[in-house]
């Protein structure tokens, strides 16, 4: 029986994905050879990036100041792979601490250069989005986690600022239209919205590189990377592939109009569900409510483990909160189908009448 999934990453993918992938294990394209066994540089794959690369765009569109680089180490190696490119030592970056990996992406920036903390939202456990920004003139860049993941809060606006955005958007890319044009770089690890744990999505606009004094290793470095179109070293080609997969099938399900508007569809469905069961209650500000990763509790404490036993019955993974903050968290990704949030729904229901 295949398992309702929200889980928050890796996450649930579609089935033609999945399907797709599976036969590129056998045999990919007809070719004679797995997906596993070609050659990076070889044509087949090159055709694979590639087309990868230019959805990415597509999608996003984007035009030809900026580049699309499939990376390794994680959204977490790009923590210190921003300020290592793009941040002197005496120079200062204005960073976003709104959640638990906004403050790993401060951590990694300290490192670098100076950090000006621009808003935070710590006096309140990360509960909300803040509204009042301060960003100083001459700070390179502002970074910010669109969507908080672990915390379940989502940026439904775009911080205003007079200098380069950078943006984490590892939970939410690719889930909602937004003018992407409006940033210098975003990043996001594939392994929620656009394919398979293994690769990282960058997105550069290209004339914010090569102002940086340090002497940067050439495998950190993003010019290395567009200058060999993603292919510096050795891709983990499966994992590309997925994400090329996986973006072909958003593109033919309508594109990031379509997601969003499923995505605000199984979110009004989880939240309304939730506002209304005595049962449970919701963790966040509603207005800052996450549309992919929904955190609450159960009304009385010493019923979360019981509401997870039986979620584990009916064959429901990943409501667990995250082990930093406790809790329950769902995670309503592109692929999340909405008899998924519906079977979800009627256990809180029921739940809620027994325990309530
Ligand atoms: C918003 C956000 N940033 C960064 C990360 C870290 O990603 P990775 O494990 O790919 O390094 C995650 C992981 O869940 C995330 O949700």
Known sequence: MKMY???SGPAVLPAEVLQQASEAIIDFNNIGLSILEIGHRTEWFINVLEEARSLVK????????YEVLYLQGGATMQFMQVPMNLLDENETAAYCDNGIWGS???KEAK???QVHIACSSKDQGHTYIPRELSVPQHARYLHYTTNNTVEGTQWHFIPEANVPLVADMSSDIFSREMPFSKYALIYAGA???AGAAGTTIVVIKKDILGKVNRTIPSILNYSNHIEAKSLLNTPPVFAVYVSLLTLRWIKQEGGLAEMERRAQERADLFYHTLDTLDAFTGKVDKRDRSLMNATFTTQNPGHE??????????GMVGVKGHR???GLRVSM?????LSSVQALCDVMKDFNEKRG
């Open 5 to 7: 999934n929200f889980n």
């Open 58 to 65: 597509e999608l996003m569109q984007l035009d030809d100041s």
């Open 104 to 106: 790993k992406a401060i």
């Open 111 to 113: 490192l670098f250069g």
């Open 191 to 193: 392994q929620k919205n």
């Open 305 to 314: 483990k019981l509401f997870l036993d039986i979620c584990k019955e009916h």
């Open 324 to 326: 930093s903050v406790g």
């Open 333 to 337: 990704y592109n692929s999340l189908p």
